[in-house]
């Protein structure tokens, strides 16, 4: 079955250092949507990729979907503690709605 | 909008018990979802709806069922509660984009 897979698993920075969270499917993946959980939380979705070599940015927060459609980026610049959380990819098989969640990031911050 | 609601916020039930998990969503979302997540680990998918009437199975489906005979509910049930379903359990819903995800039910089973 399809799998995805985060790395790091865990990282540590410092307030003000960058963060980047890799992400790598299995399979080819029509798109892929990146979630963010904090401590106790839910999941909050944060954005959708579709097309291959999509970049998007959200103020801090710059996302990128691989040529391939098969691997995904999201970098932070200049951490906040309020970036504290786990990162999440997740992405649909071709041809059905089943969604795979990566196995996360957890990012702390030192301030 | 409430958005995607779920009860209880917490349960403990013994072995072999029965219950339904509550899900709602007032967001007319097509697409449902029930996800558990166990301490340290991602989201995995246990069942989902694509639509009143219809679901299926994800990737742990063993152990619990679920029905969906509206578009806004989409309850799942543990037929005979085990230790190993002790998890903290997410119900989502979408339309053909990121999801909603509700604020999660903690579940022990003693």
């Known amino acids: 079955g399809q799998q995805v897979m985060q790395i790091p698993q865990y990282q540590h920075v410092q307030e003000g250092e960058d963060f980047t969270t890799y992400c790598n499917s299995s399979?080819?993946?029509?798109?892929i949507q990146w979630y963010k959980q904090r401590p106790g939380g839910h999941p909050v979705f944060l954005i959708q990729?579709?097309?291959?070599?999509e970049v998007k940015k959200q103020k801090r927060l710059t996302f990128q979907f691989g040529e391939a459609k098969k691997n995904s980026s999201l970098h932070i610049t200049a951490t906040q503690t309020t970036d504290v959380g786990t990162y999440f990819c997740?992405?649909?098989?071709?041809?059905?709605?089943?969604?795979?969640f990566g196995t996360g990031t957890r990012l702390t911050i030192i301030p | 909008n409430a958005g995607v609601t779920q009860t209880p916020k917490f349960q403990v039930l013994k072995t072999g018990q029965s219950m339904t998990l509550q899900c709602a969503q007032d967001?007319?979302?097509?697409?449902m979802s029930w996800y558990r997540q166990d301490p340290g680990m991602g989201l995995r998918l246990i069942h989902y709806?694509?639509?009143?009437?219809?679901?299926d199975q994800g990737e742990v489906p063993n152990g619990y069922n679920v029905s969906r005979s509206t578009t806004e509910d989409f309850p799942l049930r543990l037929l005979s509660a085990a230790p190993s379903q002790t998890s903290v359990y997410f119900c989502?819903?979408?339309?053909?984009?990121?999801?909603?995800f509700g604020p999660g039910t903690r579940l022990t089973v003693t």
């Open positions: 989502a819903s979408s339309y053909y984009g990121g999801q909603y």
């Open positions: 399979t080819t993946l029509s798109n």
């Open positions: 990729l579709v097309k291959s070599g």
């Open positions: 997740a992405g649909p098989n071709f041809g059905n709605e089943k969604l795979t």
């Open positions: 967001m007319n979302h097509e697409y």
């Open positions: 709806s694509v639509g009143a009437g219809i679901t």
